[in-house]
């Protein structure tokens, strides 16, 4: 899919107060068949309706994996919903990949200058993260590396990420942090949701008035061992560094039988502003029994005329917090720029020849 750097400015005129809004209840994850994957992220999505009529927001940008795996991304410059919703940078990115031992999935969502009903809410950025791994006889699900940075409820600060499904009361609803919903066996079939910031509203009769999810990651894996043919690839996604000093990534990158090379990558270091994309390599290699490399022409900050190299990818050991690594160069006018690191949120998944 073709990276979307777009001006994406959504106006509600009137919407004034939040009335009779109808939320659709939870509803249990479809699993795909065995020997599948799937990863869905979105930065935004808002409910509310107005004079009686439903209006709906988002989910944007909006990212969804097919079960065969692969990489989606997209990015969206900023979003405005007066009185509801404002934010700036908005980006996303879902990876999976499925192999004769191991399937994975792993998504992303990053927010930055989020402001939330005139400010009620307020952070300088949300990252929602799911990883789902299976090897056929465990699977397991975490959201580590979900990060809330610069965060205010009503004026009060709030520097620590929550625990999972912390709720913090407002005046006519409340707020849930780091809301994270698990399902499957723990066999076959794992997936997680995260939504960092989830937002209801409700009338006195206890009828939801306004429902706002700000950073929604999910990954999903049904895995039976079974032999399948092809050459090495890796696949990934996740996070580099902790607190405002922060990286994050999604990659797909290996060689694809007579199609020979094919690869993504999107990568963005949000504390030096500068993101990176590229929608195909150049070479591939595999340096050890667990490490890869692979390298491309991109485009940085969507200007076009830079290479990247990615000098290692290293699958460790799952998860991946903790033990996966990796190490990038990207260069060109104006730009020299290197990082390195295990990660602190995500996966990465070699699957070898």
């Known amino acids: 899919m073709n990276q979307r750097m777009r001006q994406y400015v959504v106006s509600l005129a009137a919407m004034g107060l939040l009335v009779g809004v109808t939320m659709e209840s939870a509803r249990a994850w479809n699993f795909a068949p065995a020997n599948s994957v799937s990863g869905e ?14 209006v709906t927001v988002g989910p944007t940008p909006h990212v969804v994996l097919c079960p065969d795996g692969g990489m989606v991304s997209d990015r969206v410059a900023r979003i405005a919903v007066p009185n509801v919703a404002t934010s700036s940078t908005l980006e996303v990115v879902t990876t999976g990949s499925i192999g004769p031992n191991k399937a994975s999935a792993q998504s992303s969502a990053k927010v930055e200058g989020v402001n939330l009903l005139n400010g009620v809410v307020r952070a300088e950025a949300v990252v929602a993260m799911s990883t789902s791994t299976a090897d056929g006889s465990t699977a397991t699900s975490t959201g580590e590396g979900s990060t809330l940075i610069g965060l205010r409820i009503n004026g009060t600060p709030l520097d620590v990420t929550p625990p999972p499904n912390t709720t913090i009361p407002i005046p006519g609803g409340a707020v849930i942090l780091n809301e994270q919903i698990f399902e499957g066996d723990g066999v076959h079939t794992r997936a997680l949701t995260v939504n960092m910031i989830h937002v209801v509203l409700q009338d006195p009769l206890g009828a939801i008035t306004a429902d706002i999810i700000v950073s929604s990651a999910h990954s999903d894996v049904n895995f039976v061992p079974a032999p399948k043919a092809g050459n090495a690839f890796m696949t990934g996604g996740g996070k580099l560094g902790t607190d405002r000093d922060f990286a994050t990534f999604g990659l797909n990158a290996g060689s ?21 994309h590229s929608q195909s390599i150049d070479s591939f290699d595999l340096i050890s029994s667990t490490c890869v490399t692979f390298s491309g022409s991109a485009s940085v900050n969507n200007v076009d005329g830079y290479s990247f190299t990615v000098n290692k990818a290293c699958d460790n050991g799952e998860p991946g917090v903790g033990v996966d690594f990796l190490d990038i160069s990207v260069s060109g006018p104006g730009v020299s720029y290197s990082r390195h690191g295990t990660l602190t949120g995500g996966n990465l998944q070699l699957h070898p020849e």
């Open 256 to 276: 694809r039988g007579s199609g020979g090379l094919h690869g993504h990558l999107q990568y963005t270091d949000h504390a030096g502003s500068l993101s990176v």
């Open 41 to 54: 992220a979105f930065g935004v999505s808002a409910k509310a309706s107005v004079s009686g009529a439903e």
